[in-house]
């Protein structure tokens, strides 16, 4: 019994010598976290005004201002222009390819994830609608 | 050229052969028609407007821009009867730059009439309009034209202090101006200077006069933000309060919005370039679309010229009827209803009427 309690303390030491608990985190965490998700934003919004996201100069802000009008409430949903079930990125890849006849981004670029956050971050507080047309 | 008893039965007959000459294909055109109590004082014209001309580099321009404006010129071109004069609504180009309004000007000049210009934004704020005027003339102008007398304003100046002093280089203060949706802009307004030119120029109109303005900018408050908007609309609408019958035209907003406040009836005019989404599409912000607008079909992007297109009008009574022909769309029209005493769009303005684009979220 007493070897028992030994090992006990011994583990809670151990614990607590090596950081928080992994499902405890603190008010500066949830400020770091949040300061990283609107750096990101930010990124977004700059590629969205970027004349160098094509090749024509056309930006993304020209058609959507405020990325008003993406919709990524909706997605994903099905896109009768390509005949399936699409998610946004499909349709952020067919805005590079046209209107700014430039190049499409693999789905995990950091780009394509910044833009993605800006689209979201405009859209806050709408409620989710996959599907909706 | 004769002028037909009933210009509508005409416009019907103009549509019927184009479609047939051009093998059913839906014609874009936004017919306005101001009618007069005699039908021989009925005429029409062609408006076209924001065609955000862009250069690339060197010789290079965006072709989807420059196919809006060469297909809304080649359009109005087939009208029939012709149009007594054409509209240029203003943003011809994008960055305001002699290469964007020389190329412009080049694609517009295949135009076959006399041709009046209105002044954009994105053609004013890299050199203040200074090559615009050599090209197109004077920024604000009247003219008479069979019994309605016609103003066109330059409504897109803003305080001095951000036009004078806020910049580095004019490229900065045009690239400042040209993102809708920066913050770093600056409210559109028309100014004393232009508003006591306007006063002057009215005394000279009887009060029975139909009266048609054209301004780049909305005479209206509809979304700050974007610049839907004039920031002395009130004072303008005070100096046209007095006449029976007034009519606003304005670009900017690449969207069919119509509106009645007091005397004054509005109607927008769509973009050869780019359709815009209403500004309700915009969760963030507050806006006040008029209430009358039934919206346009939210647009396809798979299809480049959906949502844009151009404006044709008739007038008859002095009051509008216009007819938005969409490319990809039925058409539109919007006309004046003496009893009801504001536009209404004659197909689809009860809700009952409305079809599921013309709803946006």
Known sequence: ???????????????????PMADEFTNNDLERWDGQFQAVVKEGRGLWTSPDMGKNGVVCAQCHPNAANTHPETYPKFQKQLGKVANLWEMVNWCLRNPLEGDPMKADDPRMTAMLAYMAWERRGVKLEPGKH | MSHPINR??????????????????????????LAFAKSSD?????????????????????RNWDRGLLRAVAETNLLA??????????????????????????LLSKLNGKVYHVMGEHDY??????????????????????????VVLNSILTYDDWTFNRWPTAQQRMAEMAGLDNPNGSPFMVGDKQRD??????????????????S?????????????????????????????????????????????????????????????????AYAQAQQLLP???????????????????????????????????????????????????????????????????????
């Open chain 1, 1 to 19: 019994m007493k070897l028992f309690r030994t090992s006990c303390a011994a583990t809670v030491l151990l614990l607590a010598s090596t950081g």
């Open chain 2, 8 to 33: 509508g039965f005409d416009r019907r007959q103009f549509l019927k052969n184009a479609s047939l000459t051009l093998a059913g294909t839906a014609l874009p055109i936004t017919m306005v028609e």
């Open chain 2, 42 to 62: 009925s005429f029409n014209f062609a408006y076209i407007s924001d065609s955000h001309i862009q250069q690339i580099k060197g010789n290079s321009f965006v």
């Open chain 2, 81 to 106: 009867p012709r149009p007594d004069f054409i509209i240029f609504g203003g943003d011809l180009a994008q960055m305001g730059s002699k290469p964007e309004l020389d190329h412009g000007a080049e």
């Open chain 2, 125 to 150: 704020y890299l050199d203040l309009g200074e090559y615009w005027s050599k090209l197109f003339g004077k920024q604000y102008y009247s003219f008479d034209h069979k019994g309605v007398h016609f």
């Open chain 2, 197 to 214: 030119w306007l006063k002057k120029d009215l005394a000279k109109v009887k009060k029975d006069t139909p009266v048609i303005v054209f």
């Open chain 2, 216 to 280: 780049h900018s909305p005479l209206q408050k509809i979304y700050k933000g974007w610049n839907f908007w004039t920031e002395d609309a009130e004072a303008v609408q005070a100096l046209l309060a007095p006449f029976d019958k007034v009519t606003v035209f304005y670009g900017h907003v690449h969207q069919i919005q119509y509106n009645q406040i007091g005397n004054i009836a509005f109607t927008s005019a769509m973009a050869t370039a780019w359709p815009w989404p209403y500004p309700q």
């Open chain 2, 291 to 361: 209430k009358l607008t039934v919206q346009m079909n939210r647009a396809d992007p798979f299809f480049e010229r959906d949502a844009t297109g151009w404006q044709c009008i008739d007038i008859a009574t002095g009051r509008a009827s216009v007819n938005f022909n969409l490319y990809n769309n039925a058409t539109r029209t919007v006309a004046y209803d003496a009893q009801a005493g504001h536009p209404k769009d004659v197909g689809y303005q009860l809700d009952e009427k409305r079809i599921p684009p013309q709803i946006h979220y």
